[in-house]
């Protein structure tokens, strides 16, 4: 369904209020952080001269998550946060020094928005969830079972190192991460066979290898949520008529430590298959820019490079180009803002890519 022009131009306006707002508080010494008023001692004061979101794009460079590996946590903690421990999510570190977001509270307000999106029907309250997936330091263990907890559920959890799968995989040793992964897979199976689970969080590739040992319906799972992975439009109908045997609902979702999570909009005849995510905007704003010239977005329905702005209190992170390419959709309900579509590694067409059980 399309969005009329008034809603989007009242979303623009939203926009652009919270990004005053999230500036002011930024580089203002009694609520930034170090790291942001020392930038802006170097460059300019964007107090002075970020009015809207439009100026963000002309005025920042993008921003280099470098800075999460070589710095010390403690510069990104605003003047208001100060005195309380925060915790540390890590993203990546295959090799070397990972790189860190802190955060407070974040996770939680992303995750009871999220709550709101996901049908009854499919995670009823109150019943257990199952997470099949990345823990340890990342940011989704906590995530996950705070959204179950806020919809009154408990979760289980079966543990998964992605940074052990990429390094046999790179590796090439095949028969290491395959037995990795039946490994991860058996724990999950014993649990849906011994424990009432009605919802259940995973990569799209261990959904699949879950379903060839279980029948998920049979086995109480009435609700998967879904990310972490490249999903084209005929590996998404295999997922849902083969996988989830048009049974089960399903919810992909595009998320990372440093956004936090874009849901999907339902899947409608029209759309093939094809999923297209949206940003909790004004939170975070997702673009779809020229590879070449990252000021530009590519037009509606066109491949290019995936741009995040963070915009919370806890974190501002301007114009990062992700590793990702996608195609541009149109705003659509209830979204008054731009999507991405068929979310994969950048550059995928033109190398190869290890994505592990993602």
Avoid at 87 to 94: C, L, Q, R, Y
Avoid at 231 to 247: D, H, K, N, S, T
Avoid at 274 to 299: E, F, W
Avoid at 344 to 352: I, L
Wanted: aromatic share 12%; charged share 25%; proline share 7%.
């Amino acid at each position: 369904m399309n969005i009329d022009q008034t809603t989007i131009l009242k979303a623009q306006s939203q926009l652009d209020a919270h990004t005053r707002e999230i500036i002011s508080w930024h580089f203002s010494p009694e609520s930034g952080c170090p790291y942001w008023l020392d930038w802006a001692k170097k460059n300019f004061d964007p107090r002075k001269e970020v009015n809207s979101f439009a100026d963000i794009i002309a005025k920042f460079p993008h921003f280099q998550d470098e800075t999460l590996r070589d710095l010390q946590p403690e510069v990104w903690v605003p003047a208001k946060y100060k005195g309380r421990p925060f915790n540390i999510f890590e993203t990546g570190g295959t090799t070397g020094m990972p790189k860190q977001r802190i955060g407070w509270d974040d996770y939680k307000t992303d995750y009871e928005e999220f709550s709101g999106k996901i049908s009854n029907e499919h995670f009823p309250r109150g019943q257990a969830w199952l997470m099949v997936g990345p823990t340890g330091p990342r940011r989704l263990r906590l995530a996950i079972e705070h959204l179950a907890n806020f919809r009154g559920s408990s979760c289980y959890f079966v543990d998964l190192d992605p940074r052990w799968v990429k390094k046999v995989i790179s590796a090439k040793q095949a028969d290491q991460a395959r037995a990795y992964m039946e490994h991860v897979v058996d724990q999950g199976v014993t649990l849906l066979k011994h424990r009432k689970i009605a919802g259940l969080f995973t990569t799209p590739k261990l959904l699949e290898a879950l379903s060839e040992k279980v029948n998920l319906y049979e086995a109480g799972i009435r609700g998967v949520f879904c990310g972490g992975t490249t999903m084209a439009p005929q590996y998404v109908r295999f997922i849902v008529e083969e996988v989830l045997e048009g049974r089960i609902g399903f919810y992909p979702t595009y998320g990372n430590t440093l956004m936090g999570l874009a849901a999907s909009v339902p899947l409608l005849p029209e759309d093939k298959f094809s999923i297209t995510y949206y940003a909790p905007q004004p939170r975070a704003v997702l673009r779809v820019v020229n590879p070449k010239q990252t000021d530009q977005v590519v037009a509606h329905d066109e491949w290019g490079r995936v741009e995040l702005t963070t915009l919370t209190k806890e974190f501002f992170m301007p114009r990062f180009l992700e590793r990702d390419e996608a195609i541009r959709r149109a705003p659509r309900a209830p979204y008054a803002w731009d999507g991405v579509a068929e979310v994969r590694p950048f550059g995928a067409m033109e190398k190869n890519i290890v994505e592990g059980v993602y």
